[in-house]
Structures are given as structure tokens and as C-alpha cells.
């Protein structure tokens, strides 16, 4: 089956700690997305990725880094830099716009819920 | 302003009721329109995407609006497996890798 997994599903972490989010896809997707998303709160962007290798800053990227050294996989590490990172993450994936402007629909893994103690 | 906005609701429905959500946006320059649905403590899941000329798939309905710049859902015929959060998302600034998610609108489907 075809889809998008998270792992782990739920994340405890210490203070000042560094945690790394899993991020798969075999959708043959080019584009992936790291979204949080706070209690009352819209999805917001924290990275994006058009291709290998390529990745760029979102809406709040600060605390939180990435990488994308592979097609199916985008990791995202949330810092001790990151102020509030209790939250509710969610990784996404589409095929790549087209150029035209027009967005192509975004497909969601199941979340991870991240706690700091 | 915000970029996307909606009605948070929550929406209270008999089964079987029509009800309609709209969702206004900022951007003119937006070019793609999706409604997602979202159960609680879970993803969003892709509902329908929003076309110029208005598309329906079963009980829903989506309709755009460019010159007052919304766009709306209407559910036919209420079940009570469709009480869920429906997101409005639009691309932001017409730029194709970035959505833009509205906070939501609660619908709740009684018997």
C-alpha cells in the first residue's frame, strides 16, 4: 500500500534536548512538507522540500532543522532552540507543482505528538 | 487580516440536514483550493479540490468565488460520520509549494 508514515507516534522529550521526527514516503512524491499544528491553531509551515537535496524554510522554521538526502525520507529535528515545541506534527507529501502556479494536493502521514516534560 | 479565515463553529446538525460552510481568503492571486477534512487527534484528509466551474462528489458540494474571493462546502443529507473539522486551504501568494490552512470550521452531526 502506498502511503506516508510518521513514527514515532507519540514523543516525551527532556528540556533541552534534540529529538529527530521520521518521515516516510513511497508515493514517489518529489515534494514534502514538515507542518505543526497548536490547539485551535491552522497548520503551520516549518519546512518544505521540492527535490533531493533541496529544502527550504517555512513559516517557522526557527528551532528546527531538516535534511533530505533521500526521495522517500525527510527527517525533521526539533532543537533545544525550539521555544514551545509541544505540538502535534505532521509530515505531508505531493508531486511537484507544476510551474503554473496552481498547488498539487498535499497527502498527510498520521502525526507525531510531541511533549516536552 | 488572516490569509484564510472561516467560521469555527461549532455546527450543530440534525442527520439528514443540508449545512454550508464558507471560507474567505486574501490573496487574489490564489489559484488552488482544497477543503480537507480532519478527525480528532488525526491528519487531514483530503476532501475535494475546488474548481472555477464548482465540483460536487456525492453529498458535497464546492463552489468558488474569485470576485469575492471565497469558496464553500455544502454537505447534503448530514451523517453522523461526517462530524469532523473541515480546513479550508488555499495557496498562498499564488506560489505553488505553499498552502495555506484555515483554522477550521467544527460540524457536528446529531441523531
Known amino acids: 500500500d502506498g502511503g506516508i508514515t510518521q513514527s514515532p507516534k507519540y514523543l516525551f522529550r527532556k528540556e533541552g534536548q534534540n529529538v529527530t521526527l521520521s518521515c516516510e514516503q513511497n508515493?514517489?512524491?518529489?515534494?514534502m512538507y514538515w507542518y505543526r499544528q497548536d490547539p485551535g491553531q491552522g497548520l503551520r509551515l516549518i519546512y518544505y522540500?521540492?527535490?533531493?537535496?533541496?529544502?527550504q524554510k517555512g513559516d517557522i522554521a526557527e528551532g528546527y532543522s531538516v535534511s533530505r538526502e533521500k526521495k522517500e525520507s525527510f527527517p525533521l529535528t526539533v532543537t533545544s532552540a525550539q521555544k514551545n515545541p509541544t505540538a502535534f506534527y505532521l509530515c505531508?507529501?505531493?508531486?511537484?507543482?507544476?510551474?503554473?502556479?496552481?498547488?498539487?494536493?498535499?497527502?498527510f502521514g498520521p502525526g507525531t505528538r510531541l511533549t516536552v516534560l | 487580516r488572516k490569509e484564510v479565515e472561516q467560521d469555527p463553529g461549532p455546527f450543530n446538525v440534525p442527520e439528514g440536514a443540508t449545512v454550508a460552510f464558507n471560507c474567505t481568503y486574501s490573496?487574489?492571486?490564489?489559484?488552488?483550493f482544497f477543503w480537507y477534512r480532519q478527525d480528532c487527534r488525526k491528519e487531514p484528509k483530503l476532501l475535494m479540490s475546488?474548481?472555477?466551474s464548482g465540483n460536487e462528489d456525492g453529498r458535497f458540494t464546492a463552489q468558488l468565488n474569485r470576485a469575492s474571493q471565497y469558496i464553500s462546502l455544502l454537505i447534503r443529507d448530514s451523517k453522523l460520520s461526517d462530524s469532523a473539522t473541515y480546513l479550508c486551504?488555499?495557496?498562498?501568494?499564488?506560489?505553488?509549494?505553499?498552502?495555506?490552512f484555515g483554522t477550521g470550521t467544527r460540524l457536528q452531526v446529531t441523531l
Open positions: 505531508a507529501s505531493s508531486i511537484r507543482p507544476s510551474g503554473s502556479g496552481r498547488s498539487s494536493e498535499q497527502f
Open positions: 508515493l514517489n512524491h518529489d515534494a
Open positions: 522540500s521540492q527535490i533531493v537535496n533541496d529544502f
Open positions: 490573496n487574489s492571486a490564489s489559484q488552488s
Open positions: 475546488v474548481y472555477s
Open positions: 486551504v488555499v495557496n498562498e501568494d499564488g506560489t505553488a509549494s505553499k498552502l495555506t
